[in-house]
Nanobody, 122 residues
Framework: QVQLVESGGGLVQPGGSLRLSCAAS????????INWFRQAPGKEREWVSC??????YYADSVKGRFTVSRDNGEKTVYLQMNSLKPEDTAVYYC?????????????????WGQGTQVTVSS
């Protein structure tokens, strides 16, 4: 059974940092693509990043500020978020379709975690 559990969200001031974790079970995180999405109030779910093998991909809005990494032994994927801005405020989700390709499409992504809230505010 595929399960994804996010943690690490919270309230942070602009310019601050947070590290989100996504604990996975039921599949190999080192084999399949793992995506991060986010959804702000009143907006559609937005793709943030993807990790597959040693490759990582990022949305332009977070490139240079966010970094995705994996601990295969712990079956956990991390999203390090630096230089946070108020517009980064959203619920963040990790997700996978058990494919070996990255996708930016939320509608075609099959498995989701419950999400973790990130609020960037002074």
């Amino acid at each position: 059974q595929v399960q994804l559990v996010e943690s690490g969200g919270g309230l942070v001031q602009p310019g601050g940092s947070l590290r989100l974790s996504c604990a996975a079970s039921g599949f190999s995180v080192d084999y399949y693509a793992i995506n991060w999405f986010r959804q702000a109030p009143g907006k559609e779910r937005e793709w943030v990043s993807c990790a597959l093998d040693r490759r990582t991909y990022y949305a332009d809005s977070v490139k240079g500020r966010f970094t995705v990494s994996r601990d295969n032994g712990e079956k956990t994927v991390y999203l390090q978020m630096n230089s946070l801005k108020p517009e980064d405020t959203a619920v963040y989700y990790c997700a996978t379709s058990l494919f070996r390709t990255c996708t930016s499409s939320a509608s075609s992504t099959r498995y989701w975690g419950q999400g973790t809230q990130v609020t960037v505010s002074s």
